[in-house]
């Protein structure tokens, strides 16, 4: 059955690819990688449904989950981990989970993936409930720990979606939001770590920030809900401020502290001059969007 699998089978034009030169190599990833991108788009309609399905579980209280095993698992960590500093969510809102736990980031855990039951205990574990929405990613579409959790989501009566990289895969036919990404047989043949892997971050990506959008987490093209950890999102909220405001920094920075470092309230307060609490009010009623907090 694994056989089968588009995404193990050979690629036909690597055949040879121990007997290739440097920059041939280089130059058939980089055609077989600008595949993903076609294969992504062909995929948009299943994506704006799962982004909807999302931002209504967000409203509601609900929090996106990511589920996978080895690189699938990684790429979903690495989406959640990364929602935080860049939309001011909290840490629990957007969930990474892969099989084996955190040691499995860095580290193989043999077997974790053959488990079923693991995928029920990791969700389980965070207490999931029928309004949170759970991604399950597995480039093959059979993966066991995705399965099992993907089941128990769907006995819950939670929102579930998959990506995979194969057609017709098994959890596809779990999930009520299907996304399969076909982009073919890998440079290297089985290591979906490639193109099956850059097809999966770019929904990766497309899921995230549609949904965060959706939320009111921008002000136009701009990160409003940034949080200020390090000097370089700092500066980078000040930036935001002058872009949003067309202010200069040194007034950025002003109203920046005069709204206790939340950029959304320092440019609302600057458009509609105004104090921080009017503006924090404002904010509130708007349900967090800036643009509705102006008008």
């Known amino acids: 059955m694994i056989g089968s699998l588009s995404t193990e089978n050979r690629n036909q034009k690597t055949m040879n690819l121990d007997m290739m030169d440097i ?14 991108i ?21 409203h509601n209280g609900g929090r996106l989950i990511y589920m996978g095993a080895g690189t699938s698992g990684r790429i979903g960590v690495l989406d959640a981990s990364e929602c935080p500093p860049t ?14 736990g955190e040691y ?3 580290h193989p855990v043999e077997g974790a993936e ?13 207490g999931l409930n029928k309004n949170d929405v ?9 993966t066991p720990y995705v399965i099992g959790g993907l089941e128990y989501a769907n006995h819950i009566g939670s929102l579930t979606i998959t990506i995979s990289c194969n057609s017709n895969s098994i959890i596809s036919k779990i999930s009520q939001i299907p996304i399969e990404v076909l982009c073919g047989p890998e440079v290297l043949t089985g290591s979906t770590r490639l193109k099956a892997g850059t097809a999966q971050k770019l929904i990766c990506n497309m899921l995230s920030t549609a949904s965060m ?20 999102l700092v500066d980078r909220a000040k930036r935001i401020v002058m872009e949003a ?29 105004i104090d921080y609490v009017e503006a924090a009010v404002r904010l509130k009623k708007a349900n967090g969007f800036v643009r509705k907090a102006i008008e």
């Open 104 to 106: 499995a980031i860095t």
């Open 38 to 58: 076609k294969a992504v788009k062909e995929q948009i309609p299943q994506i704006k449904k799962a982004v909807e399905g999302i931002i209504c579980a967000l």
């Open 23 to 36: 920059e041939t190599l280089l130059n058939v990833m980089n055609e077989e990688d600008a595949k993903v």
């Open 213 to 232: 959008v959706g939320i009111g987490k921008t002000y136009s093209n701009l990160m409003v809900d940034v949080q200020l950890s390090n000097e370089k």
């Open 114 to 126: 053959d488990r079923k039951e693991l995928g029920v205990e990791d969700l389980k574990g965070i």
């Open 245 to 273: 405001t067309q202010c200069d920094y040194d007034i950025a920075s002003h109203f920046l502290k005069l709204a206790k470092n939340n950029p959304k309230i320092a440019i609302v307060m600057l458009l509609k001059e």
């Open 87 to 100: 939309f001011g969510v909290s840490k629990k809102d957007v969930v990474g989970l892969i099989a084996g």
């Open 134 to 142: 759970v991604v399950g990613l597995a480039a093959s579409g059979r």
